[in-house]
């Protein structure tokens, strides 16, 4: 069909559905005809991990309810189809749509608060689901996609993701061990190469003046450049599934790119694992991707605190900060932290590495409000670092399955 055809078809489609009332069903069978080369498009994305601040989703621009109630702001999004995709295609998506109506007629008599929240959030769900990516994706699907995969009672974030029995045991630190950890660091020889410093006695920060080696930084940098530097956003309302939403603000006027699954397996990147690891006894499971961070003059992140409170989820709150400065800043971008003593800031260093914890030594599961922190305005020059995050229990399994946030 070459791109006149094409747009006659959506006019006459278009006038069907408003002058002939055309069922729900066939109303989404144009929408998802409509998506086909969309979808192509997006999908890459939808393979990427969910975390609280890794949500990482197709554009959800168009939403399109099963229910049957469109958002026509939508219809052109990403421009009009220049290929409608081939026969099978088109066969299987009307197959799953007839599926999900079933499902949602189901639903409307089920509760209604899981009526209301079970939602395809974007237009190529269908498409999507006919293709097999509810069981292909499922960390992303089964949440964003609910109707189309037929899953809207999974979305209950405590159906979803139970917490698993005996999670205590596998704790990184029980209380009193994470001020183990830090004094253990001056205590042990092979890290004596890492140039460990005290900054800060209570609440503990440490600095490790040479952790990273140039080929580490550059690594990490060109990975940040590779990804794409993005917009940093803050963690917002926890929704109805778990997630969590993100919110732009001035707060955080930084931008970053994160060092998912591709680039954490890298050598170079995994070595950098490694030496977190090393220095702070936490497994890499434990661990958030790495979150590569630049700003340029002016940008900033201002005064906040890295806990993440984690009662309801299988990870646990975060219980570390491992910062990794990867250039030296002509002026400015010193990280502060202005509720210790009088004030203490710390000064970027190429391959330097600044360790502290967002929870209490006596309880892991509570925030140190000691630690509230800010990124100073760059003033002069550019600065790259790289935020680790650690949780107190293995991180990156329930991430794969969307259970982190
Ligand atoms: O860039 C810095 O100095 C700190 C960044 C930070 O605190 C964060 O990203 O949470
Ligand atoms: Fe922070």
């Avoid at 006038?15 to 409509?34: G, K, P, R, W």
């Avoid at 990147?269 to 090393?278: A, L, N, W």
Wanted: aromatic share 8%.
């Amino acid at each position: 069909m070459n791109n006149g055809q094409t747009f006659t078809y959506i006019i006459v489609a278009l006038v069907a559905a408003f002058y002939y009332h055309l069922s729900e069903l066939d109303v989404n069978e144009i929408t998802s005809l409509m998506d086909i080369k969309g979808i192509k498009e997006a999908k890459g994305n939808s393979a990427e991990p969910l975390s609280h601040t890794t949500v990482n989703t197709p554009d959800t621009l168009g939403t399109l309810d099963t229910l049957g109630t469109l958002d026509t702001g939508s219809w052109l999004y990403g421009g009009l189809p220049q290929d409608l995709g081939n026969g099978d295609e088109l066969i299987e998506s009307r197959r799953v749509l007839e599926r999900v109506k079933v499902h949602m007629e189901e639903m409307a008599e089920m509760d209604e608060e899981l009526k209301v929240n079970c939602k395809n959030e974007h237009r190529s769900c269908v498409f999507w689901a006919s293709l097999g990516e509810c069981s292909a994706n499922p960390s992303y699907m089964k949440i964003s996609c609910a109707p189309a995969c037929q899953s809207c009672p999974e979305i209950r974030f405590s159906h979803r993701c139970p917490i698993p029995p005996n999670l205590e045991e596998t704790a990184a630190f029980k209380p009193n061990e994470l001020g183990v950890m830090f004094d253990g660091i001056f205590e042990k020889e092979e890290l004596v190469k890492y140039k460990p410093v005290k900054v800060w006695d209570s609440p503990r920060i440490i600095s490790f003046d040479e952790f990273l080696t140039s080929e580490e930084c550059d690594a990490l940098i060109a990975f940040g450049f590779d990804k794409g530097f993005e917009r940093s956003s803050d963690v917002g309302k926890t929704k109805f599934t778990g997630e969590s939403e993100k919110i732009i603000s001035n707060q955080r006027t930084s931008s970053n790119a994160w060092c998912n699954k591709t680039c954490e397996e890298n050598p170079v990147i995994h070595r950098i694992h490694e030496k977190i690891s090393e220095v702070s006894g936490v497994p890499f499971n434990y661990s958030e991707h790495l979150q590569i961070l630049k700003y340029g003059p002016g940008q900033e992140y201002k005064k906040h605190h890295d806990f993440i409170q984690g009662d309801d989820k299988a990870c646990g709150p975060r219980v570390l900060t491992v910062l990794l400065y990867l250039n030296d800043v002509d002026e400015g971008g010193g990280t502060s932290f202005p509720d210790i003593g009088g004030g203490v800031e710390v000064i970027p260093k190429r391959g330097k590495a600044l360790m502290w914890p967002s929870v209490l030594d006596k309880d892991p599961t509570k925030m140190d409000v000691r630690t509230m922190h800010q990124a100073n305005p760059v003033l002069k020059g550019v600065k790259y670092a790289a935020n680790a995050w650690l949780h107190l229990y293995d991180f990156k399994t329930p991430n794969g399955a969307g259970c982190t946030g």
